[in-house]
């Protein structure tokens, strides 16, 4: 292979180029500003980002802008005591309070705006000095009237509560308390006195000439004096400053005083165009304003290089002399002048006579230190004074092996080496199972043997052996990392995470816990206490120290958010030097100082913001207020946000309601909470917000709305509910009292019942004894006409007719328990009754008397039935008060008929008539009282009150008397 020397192309390829310098982000109108010209920047006490435009005010939580003010010119923007922010336009003065921006005044052209004490300011305009309680001018102090001259300066003192005001040309301070003018006891021999403030410290400024020094007002000791000359700034000088840090801003150009080095130096914002006054925000970075937007510039750890000097650094590496080389992608080798910021191009061949431009990563130094560069044609060496091309094809990785003193060197399916004598020789896995591709990362054990990953496998070379093995446990494919530890383990890395095999237990696990989802381009084990991965689009430092120590996993990492800006970490690319690690990739050269590492989180803050689309006051939340809702509104829609410019990755929130939730909601990047038909109450709101995809999550921020809900009672959440069980357990009652005034009645009724039936019983015991002693009478009266015979027939024919009797007696007392037919009798029953019976009346009068006969309609009425005892005492009253008083031999005649539901019984008789029996009964002497027909008549009268229809009719003929009784079923 001919060799080639390198040519150093000063003329065109050597550049001076910018310095290394913080990384910064430049927001524009673009991005959500209203107007490119940024005019004040502030970071309220909550942490918001608050911009001033010459058309309009912004508010930055680090994620998006929100407008205020459109088409105000903003100058200045202030915080008070509860979070308010006050902004001031050329000619007004607004306030904001979280939900709302209010006026607060007025004033000529544009005037000095100091805070006092609370919701009290006071304005300085050409006009003079005006008291201001809220939108109230509390009191005007005019100059040549109550000021003794011109204002060059305000300053309110909190701890005292007096306004200090320094008067222009006079060399004279005066205070104003309680609209009492005071001048301040104090000499001096400068050019003009002013007042300020140090944070909440009060200073007196001394001007002499240019130079400005700055005093502490109870003792004279000097702070710092900044000495300038031809208005620039030459020299500061610090002796003690009572902050931690303080800015000083002349002609567009930013001083930096700070109190632990007691220096003060210039901040190098050369790149801004027309910086405005800058601030520090709570992670100590750096916000300006300028004509060309906003500039949020970022004081960590990591520092760019320019792109016009180090942009598409493949490969970096430092070479014998300490200086760095590297190759940039289809375009050069180059010697990199890290120190005067200039690069070289180191011409190597290529293809078809052309210089070598296809560089890849992975460069190698050997034992003499001879540089070797990878390349998709072979592999380039450089000795510092010439290259040469070792023509080995395609080659994505090398490195130095110190046991054979060789560099291995990546070949497709297996290894490729170079000697000290520049012999080349390979090992190749001819059947692909071991190497299935171009080896993208090799690392030696402590046994002195090759490990080799690709695109599609991860394997072991055996020295000793002499072959390939599987890599044991661990991942099979996707391994374009391997780094071996200071404990010897090997850490290997690509699209599956971070795996790391333990050379003591011969094991092998992935131990990122899922936290780097991205491709992993590169590892590096700078020391003892850190282990840094790459990724395509981030940086991640872990704490090895920790992770040997206990195993918790502790990260911290670094990406566009909050400072590391470049992009697509180049694979294997790391370069350390000393405390400075060089991370190479596809836009731009980033350095970590690891000396300024730490594992602190970045500010971040979470606030509720809005409750029911209305924004909640700064002071609701920092006074933790109980914040009521109008009467009958009982739905909360929060909304909510985090706060911070420096979190590497989107926030993610839960949230729940005390009151309502019993747990916490799951991790959400929504930023918002809806709850519905709450009943009255006092409620707490809390939201929790951590880093989504964080890997270092040890903190939380919370914030927690208190609310109160009032309803009236129709619109409370179980009001129906409530309503309903209530007419549940209403008709329940009503149920049970009907139920009951039911149960009354029937058990009314069912005594009704049974005092009928012991009427009925009374009156058939009544009946009983009368129809008894009639048939008694007539067997008295035969025996006493000495007809034995007849008497004993009589008897054995009244036996008969009392056994009939009595059971007919019987279902008689049984209809009052219900209306059942089993419980009545027979029409065939009743004629079989009244034949017996009026057979024995027959035989009383000697047959001689009258005569009867019983005729039916039809025969079917023999089936049908009727209550016992009613027909008998009609026929009884017949033939003893019609037929029996009769000269003549009279007839009874007894006939049933029916007719649908009704069956009637005709009685007849031919006897005297009901009015000559009357008549007979007044004249006749009564030895006992006859009951027969009102025992009847009372009879009928209970049995219709239980549901029975019987009727009597008495009909007088010419002819003795007929009766007539209808039973309607």
């Known amino acids: 292979m001919k060799h080639f020397c390198f040519v150093l ?19 524009t109108t673009h991005d959500g500003l209203p107007q490119i010209q940024v005019m004040a920047v502030h970071q309220d006490k909550t942490g918001y980002i608050w911009a001033g435009t010459k058309s309009g005010l912004v508010k930055f939580n680090g994620e998006s802008f929100e407008h205020f003010l459109p088409k105000k010119r903003i100058y200045e923007i202030y915080s008070d005591s509860k979070s308010r922010v006050y902004v001031q336009t050329y000619d007004e003065l607004y306030r904001y309070d979280g939900n709302q921006m209010k006026f607060m005044a007025n004033f000529k052209y544009q005037a000095a705006v100091r805070l006092a004490a609370e919701d009290e300011y006071w304005i300085l305009s050409p006009d003079g000095l005006v008291h201001y309680k809220d939108t109230l001018a509390i009191k005007t102090y005019r100059y040549n009237k109550e000021l003794p001259g011109k204002l060059n300066s305000i300053a309110y003192n909190s701890k005292d509560g007096n306004l200090y005001v320094g008067i222009h040309n006079q060399n004279r301070i005066v205070t104003i308390k309680n609209g009492e003018i005071t001048d301040v006891n104090y000499n001096t021999n400068c050019d003009d006195i002013s007042v300020g403030l140090l944070g909440k410290h009060l200073v007196y400024i001394e001007r002499y000439g240019e130079s400005l020094k700055w005093l502490n007002p109870k003792n004279r000791e000097e702070y710092f004096t900044i000495s300038k000359s031809n208005n620039l700034v030459d020299s500061i000088k610090v002796k003690s400053v009572p902050v931690k840090r ?20 210039k901040i190098n914002l050369d790149f801004i165009k027309a910086p405005y006054p800058v601030i520090f925000d709570k992670d100590n970075n750096i916000w300006s304003g300028s004509d060309n937007g906003l500039y949020q510039i970022f004081n960590g750890p990591v520092k760019n290089f320019s792109r016009s000097f180090m942009n598409d650094v493949w490969t970096l590496i430092q070479g014998k002399n300490n200086e760095f080389y590297g190759a940039v992608y289809k375009e050069a080798l180059y010697h990199y002048d890290i120190k005067n910021e200039r690069k070289m191009e180191i011409i190597a061949p290529g293809q078809f006579g052309k210089k070598e431009t296809d560089y890849y990563y992975g460069s190698s130094m050997d034992a003499k230190g001879n540089l070797y560069f990878p390349t998709h044609y072979g592999l380039v060496k450089y000795n510092y004074k010439q290259t040469r091309k070792f023509d080995t094809g395609i080659s994505l990785i090398s490195k130095y092996d110190s046991i054979s003193k060789r560099i291995v060197f990546g070949q497709m399916n297996g290894l490729g080496f170079i000697d000290e004598n520049e012999k080349v020789s390979t090992i190749i896995d001819s059947t692909g199972k071991f ?125 566009f958010r909050n400072g590391f800006l470049s992009e697509e970490v180049c694979q294997n690319g790391f370069l350390l030097d000393g405390d400075r690690l060089y991370i190479p990739s596809t836009t731009m050269t980033s350095v970590l100082e690891l000396n300024k590492l730490n594992f602190e989180p970045e500010f971040y803050n979470v606030r509720i913001t809005r409750l029911n689309n209305k924004g909640i006051e700064y002071s609701d939340t920092t006074e933790r207020a109980i914040l009521s809702l109008e009467r009958g509104q009982n739905e909360l829609d929060f909304d909510f946000e985090t706060v911070g410019f420096g979190l590497p990755t989107k926030p993610v929130f839960r949230y729940k309601l005390d009151g309502v939730d019993k747990h916490w909601s799951n991790w959400t990047t929504k930023t918002y909470a809806n709850y519905r038909n709450l009943s009255s109450g006092k409620y707490t709101f809390h939201v929790m917000a951590r880093a989504g995809g964080n890997p270092n999550i040890i903190s939380y921020k919370e914030d927690s709305l208190r609310v109160k809900v009032s309803n009236p009672f129709y619109k409370e959440p179980r009001f129906y509910q409530h309503t309903f069980f209530g007419f549940v ?128 309609s039809s025969d079917s009425i023999l089936n049908r039935t009727i209550p016992p005892m009613i027909i008998q005492p009609l026929v009884e009253n017949a033939i003893k008060h019609g037929l029996e008083p009769k000269e003549e031999k009279g007839f009874l005649l007894v006939q049933f008929t029916e007719d649908d539901e009704v069956v009637e019984c005709i009685i007849k008789d031919d006897g005297i008539g009901r009015e000559r029996s009357i008549e007979m009964k007044k004249d006749s002497i009564k030895l006992y009282q006859s009951r027969g027909l009102e025992l009847i008549n009372k009879k009928i009268e209970i049995l219709n009150d239980l549901d029975y229809q019987i009727s009597i009719e008495y009909i007088d003929s010419e002819v003795g008397t007929e009766v007539r009784v209808k039973f309607t079923n």
């Open 246 to 265: 303080f800015i000083h801003f002349h002609d567009y150009s930013y001083y930096l005083i700070d109190s632990l080095s007691n220096s003060g130096r």
């Open 435 to 559: 190497v299935a591709s171009h080896p993208a990362a090799i690392e030696f054990d402590i046994d002195g043997n090759i490990w080799i990953g690709t695109k599609a496998s991860l394997c072991k070379w055996d020295r000793k052996k002499n072959e390939f093995t599987k890599a044991i446990s661990c991942p099979a494919d996707a391994v374009t990392v391997i780094q071996k530890d200071y404990r010897n383990n090997i850490w290997l890395g690509g699209k599956n995470g971070l795996w790391l095999f333990n050379d003591q237990t011969r094991e092998c696990k992935r131990v990122d816990k899922g936290i780097i989802n991205s491709n992993i381009t590169g590892i590096i084990v700078p020391n003892e206490k850190y282990l840094i991965v790459g990724t395509s689009l981030e940086i991640y430092v872990m704490d090895l120290q920790a992770f040997y120590d206990s195993g918790e996993i502790k990260m911290r990492l670094f990406n």
């Open 9 to 27: 192309i000063l003329s065109c390829v050597s550049l001076l180029v910018m310095g290394q310098q913080r990384p910064y982000i430049n927001y």
């Open 729 to 856: 357990v209403l008709v329940l009652i009503l149920g049970f009292f009907v139920h009951s005034r039911f149960h009354i009645k029937l058990k009314m009724i069912d005594r009704e019942r049974k005092i009928k039936l012991l009427e009925i019983a009374t009156l058939q015991a009544q009946l009983n004894p009368h129809f008894i002693f009639n048939i008694l009478s007539s067997v008295q009266n035969l025996i006493s006409l000495h007809k034995q015979e007849k008497a004993n027939e009589y008897l054995i024919k009244f036996s008969r007719l009392i056994r009939a009797y009595m059971e007919a007696s019987i279902k008689s007392s049984k209809v009052l328990l219900g209306t059942s037919i089993s419980n009545e009798i027979s029409i065939k029953e009743e004629i079989e009754l009244l034949e017996m019976y009026i057979e024995l009346e027959k035989v009383k009068h000697g047959n001689e008397k009258f005569d009867f006969a019983i005729e039916i």
